[in-house]
């Protein structure tokens, strides 16, 4: 299938191109960047070749077309996504967008990300792309939104246990640290090296967006009404989030009943692994798994499980591919074979 | 007064011998490495200058005697410092052990440390060097239980709190990130800068050795009985700790009225202070400060501390110093004025 | 064809089985690890899942034929390698040594390595694996050397200059930086994180033994004696190695004319781009590539080729695996498409 | 002595701050900052104390004057500081600027930094402020050029050689390597995070403008004129500069003796240390030390020279307060004798 990345400079879109070149039947035609039309992105990033798309084109539906699009990928920020899609109206391809602007019920959206959210109806006609958890209407749907990145670890980590009731869905507190691509491209003071290296910050504590798209995803899966607690890091690496999910079991089992249990639940699920031993970002960085580790604490009778992402992979790009994956009917792991990079 | 230094090549040391360098009533007599005695320090770590006590020389009594030691610091790991407390019977100095050995009631040790503690009527002897909260009787003190990094961190931010009932102690769930210098000096995979750069680790989840010093010391102080979930987690930098304790408050209070609240509790603490910005391990790293956060989420109601420590200064070698500058009667900040490093 | 890779834990080892997996035409049939046999490999490492090859094998001839081994990858070190290579004696397949046990003749290795070559009819059958200048002799050979990370760097970026005489041969001053996987896995003090992090260290001053690889397959391919002066760095990252060599010319050129020159030296090569921009180890690492930048001062005459590779991919497996493409028959480029991962 | 520091929320104003805080003799008075004038120094960053001097002046030479300024530091960026040096006209206190604004002749300055230079009769005013080799007129002196981080690690290597004609000036390649401290606060593609780590960038190859200031102060001090090749490097680390000089010695020496000629040249230098082992940076960072490392190799003949400062300290901060304890008549080791951090 025919692929156009929009917002074709940050970080999303560099990490969809480097898996699209290696997927065995996803090409890219397209490269849209409205800041850098007519640039060349090779002669933005060192690493690039050049190429028939490196030239960065404008976007416009008429070019969408021109190009054979099949699957546009907005890789552009929340707020800006939107933009794309109104203009977008009734174009016949299939659009995963990676941003917040389609996760969230318009008022909810409004409260946590400070603007207007996108119009009602179009957001309803979106389908969550947890791929794991929505598969069937991922199947039927033509305009995606791609899950965030902590929304992903943490979703895969408590849905199984809300699904089933076995954790009180009042206690659920949630720590998760991230590498400093999940801040984006942006310069900011935050994100130059001499400040985040050899530092750990703590950042929009109880405020995150993710949260309440948490919330509404574990509702509207499980019907079960959550509350979380986020405490959201930047950590100094470049990939990989690390949630840790401390919990109110409501069943009593053991750590390896749990992990039995885990096991079972996500038992055909080839990106989904249960970890036996201490759980690290490394495990998953660079691939588009998500590994689970679970724990329980003898003395407090609390559970604890750690899910594993890499945030570009399986908290953005990857999944994307394995949403469009999954949209062309191609098998689920095309393209998403490669293992993390560990060294 | 005379400092000697017994474990001189570990990470403790090494922050102890250039702190006391800098320090303008300490001075150090000997530095003791039994399995490296009559080596030079200085030849195993090339930044060291050449001085009177760079030859390492081996433990005994009248050594220790000899050189007029007042000031005997431990910086042996644990399972190591009580052999030595045990040879200096009833020597006249102060003793100032970074270990684990002195901290735990001996059953409760040798539940999580693994190995046999120390004599009971030893261990009782032991003031725990907590500087903030044990200031008294470590001035009268000869035997200190330097506490541990983690400790520190975590019980600055409790014991306010436990002091004076503000929270439920059964509901303590802390996440705490570490530098490697907190994982030791010993060549472990998990240390070989391959394994630990770009990743993130959990270890010893529910299992940690300051679980028990915390729960211990909290009841000591504050007459409280706690039990805290404690995950603990490697982050690829070499100095700095921050953890965060999500807390069921049992008073209402905003978020300004908390940092109003602990920034009175602390108010005469020169080391104590209590922040406004998002917290960052850089706002203490290369200082003997410990920065306290304060969040509470209107929509849960929970209360988070966040406490941000050195882990090789307030956490080890700076509190040491701390405890020793209360033993000698000089002011307690003295030789510890150094800012964070920043940069 | 199917592949069996001895020293199945070390890091070239990783680094072959992450890229064969997603080979379209090499497949791993067997690890052995005399160190570890019978143990699972994906306990040893979190991120590698269970499969049929995952049980750790130990070494034999008859084992190698009963898994029908085509490709026998020695991922081991200098000094191990020889003895596989002994007792392999005349079995058929391909042997592709990643060590540096096989690139020297007997005299200059022992000279350098401080211990016993290989018998010299051994050594002389084996050819030097530097695909780009070696591809005939490669795809006739059944005993490959595969070649040094450094001397892959450098020796890519001598060769054109010296082949057409372009330069002195006795001015030739080379600084090179690698990542600490370069160091292997052993661990050391110097790659303790808390050493290497924060840290650059110059390391085997003029006695690096990749000093007089490059200078006989220099001589080798070119026919002119050089005599280099190499200093090499750890740098604290992962992966990657950046060389830069200070010549002096023999004929004068502009930057551009010298860039369109080593354009020209290497137009049909898939793995070699000239660079334009300032050069960087993040435009190779995670790739097969060698990116080459050529700078003219015109202060002093002096020219200066930089040349970046991925010390784990074009330094070693990659390599090993471009060469196992040549031996095969396959494209050149089979499984080694993957852009370098730049986030 | 009282201090004021112009340019106060940059790098080396933050560094200055620090060290001053511990010096004996000197204290801050005023901090300026002409772009955030009456802010808080200490919002700005987390780990600063609130004091009588955090609320940024505006710059005035009223001021100045008022708060009864000895010594004014201009810790501002090269085409900023000459601004102020002029409108401080016949003011009676020191001026040390650390910029590159005041150390090269009028022409040369226009050439390299692309901008309009300072007044010749005001340049040619200010001493260099190399103290080890020009103690003598920073005594005298009350405008001083405090040396670039590159030019410093260098010259102090070559500086002896030159003196004495130990070497050929005409052969001289240096390769040297900095944190990302060494580019400064501003936000850059280069200084985000996640491209600068994992990376290492060879920049401003030939151009780098401490190439002008190495060869005319070489020139001045020595009467040689030298011709130098310099690339310099970032690396992914804060602080600490690496210079390593391939050279041309014209007297054979051996390694020890080439070593034991260092140390007697800077016999009485208190921050010049001649170092026996592999140079690493980490034997410098965090404090003001220059270690010089000889390398002689027995092939070439070359003589290797490795400098190793923090780029912040003896580079930029720490040398600023070594020339301000000469001009005072202060020890001149008085506050600057903390050690490296090592960790």
């Known amino acids: 299938m025919k692929c156009t990345i929009i917002g074709a400079t940050g970080y999303a879109a560099i990490e969809l191109i480097r898996m699209i070149e290696l997927h065995p039947y996803l090409e890219i035609v397209s490269l849209i960047s409205d800041s850098m039309t007519d640039q060349d992105i090779n002669l933005l990033y060192s690493f690039m070749n050049e190429n028939n798309y490196s030239r960065l084109a404008k976007f416009s539906v008429e070019h969408i077309e021109e190009v054979e699009t099949d699957i546009l990928f907005l890789a552009t920020p929340s707020g800006i996504s939107m933009n794309y899609v109104k203009q977008l109206g009734n174009w016949k391809g299939t659009v995963i967008d990676l941003s917040g602007d389609l996760?969230?019920?318009?008022?909810?959206?409004?409260?946590?990300?400070?603007?207007?959210?996108?119009?009602?109806?179009?957001?309803?006609?979106?389908?969550?792309?947890?791929?794991?958890?929505?598969?069937?209407?991922?199947?039927?749907?033509?305009?995606?939104?791609?899950?965030?990145?902590?929304?992903?670890?943490?979703?895969?980590?408590?849905?199984?246990?809300?699904?089933?009731?076995?954790?009180?869905?009042?206690?659920?507190?949630?720590?998760?640290?991230?590498?400093?691509?999940?801040?984006?491209?942006?310069?900011?003071?935050?994100?130059?090296?001499?400040?985040?290296?050899?530092?750990?910050?703590?950042?929009?504590?109880?405020?995150?967006?993710?949260?309440?798209?948490?919330?509404?995803?574990?509702?509207?899966?499980?019907?079960?009404?959550?509350?979380?607690?986020?405490?959201?890091?930047?950590?100094?690496?470049?990939?990989?989030?690390?949630?840790?999910?401390?919990?109110?079991?409501?069943?009593?089992?053991?750590?390896?009943?749990?992990?039995?249990?885990?096991?079972?639940?996500?038992?055909?699920?080839?990106?989904?692994?249960?970890?036996?031993?201490?759980?690290?970002?490394?495990?998953?960085?660079?691939s588009n798994y998500c590994d689970l580790s679970v724990y329980v604490d003898p003395r407090t009778g609390r559970l604890t499980v750690v899910s594993v992402i890499d945030n570009m992979q399986k908290g953005a790009a990857g999944q994307a591919i394995q949403n469009a994956n999954v949209v062309c009917g191609y098998p689920e792991t095309s393209g998403l074979t490669q293992q993390p990079f560990f060294i």
């Open 103 to 286: 996760r969230l019920e318009k008022t909810l959206y409004e409260k946590w990300y400070g603007h207007e959210g996108i119009d009602r109806l179009i957001q309803r006609k979106a389908t969550y792309g947890l791929t794991e958890w929505k598969r069937d209407q991922i199947k039927q749907s033509r305009l995606i939104a791609n899950p965030g990145c902590y929304a992903t670890a943490i979703l895969l980590g408590l849905l199984p246990l809300l699904a089933e009731e076995m954790i009180d869905p009042a206690q659920i507190i949630v720590h998760a640290s991230s590498g400093l691509s999940g801040a984006g491209k942006t310069l900011t003071e935050q994100t130059h090296h001499v400040r985040s290296n050899e530092n750990v910050r703590l950042y929009k504590m109880n405020r995150h967006q993710h949260i309440p798209e948490i919330e509404s995803i574990a509702e509207d899966i499980t019907g079960q009404k959550i509350m979380i607690s986020l405490a959201t890091y930047l950590v100094p690496l470049n990939r990989g989030i690390m949630a840790t999910m401390t919990l109110q079991p409501l069943v009593e089992k053991t750590e390896a009943a749990w992990r039995a249990w885990f096991s079972e639940k996500y038992e055909n699920e080839p990106f989904i692994r249960i970890g036996q031993a201490e759980p690290e970002i490394k495990s998953a960085a660079g």
